[in-house]
């Protein structure tokens, strides 16, 4: 039976790692960690905070999608919106989920994320 979210995998071109660890790190305020030495070799990155962990792979043929993302839940939106926007990323707010405020940005590579935080 399904008991939780383990991870998220997003996919990237080669040779992006190092602006990927500067928006995961700089940005969103994610830990790297280490990724275990058989999987290493494969290239990209692993970030966690707090419960949520992101992966980001490798993928020779990446094309950012269009629709799919992550749900990242988030508290004090409105600075990550702002700490986001100083890192020269779009910010574009949503209301259409009733019961949250939440906003789309995408990563350096064009992966789409979703930021949102409940109302009180």
């Not at 996919?11 to 500067?22: I, K, N, Q, Y």
């Not at 969103?28 to 692993?46: F, I, N």
């Not at 019961?99 to 064009?110: A, I, L, N, Q, T």
């Amino acid at each position: 039976m399904i008991t939780g979210l383990d991870h998220v995998q997003l996919a990237a071109p080669p040779g992006t790692e190092d602006a990927l660890c500067r928006y995961c790190e700089g940005a969103l305020g994610m830990a790297r960690v280490p990724k275990p030495p058989a999987l290493a070799a494969r290239g990209g990155c692993w970030f966690e905070a707090g419960t949520v962990r992101l992966h980001l792979g490798v993928d020779d043929a990446f094309r950012p999608s269009a629709k799919a993302h992550p749900g990242l839940r988030v508290t004090d939106i409105d600075a990550l919106a702002a700490r986001l926007t100083a890192h020269g990323a779009d910010v574009t707010w949503d209301d259409g989920l009733p019961g949250h405020r939440r906003f789309y940005s995408h990563d350096p590579v064009g992966n789409r994320l979703e930021f949102l935080e409940p109302l009180s």
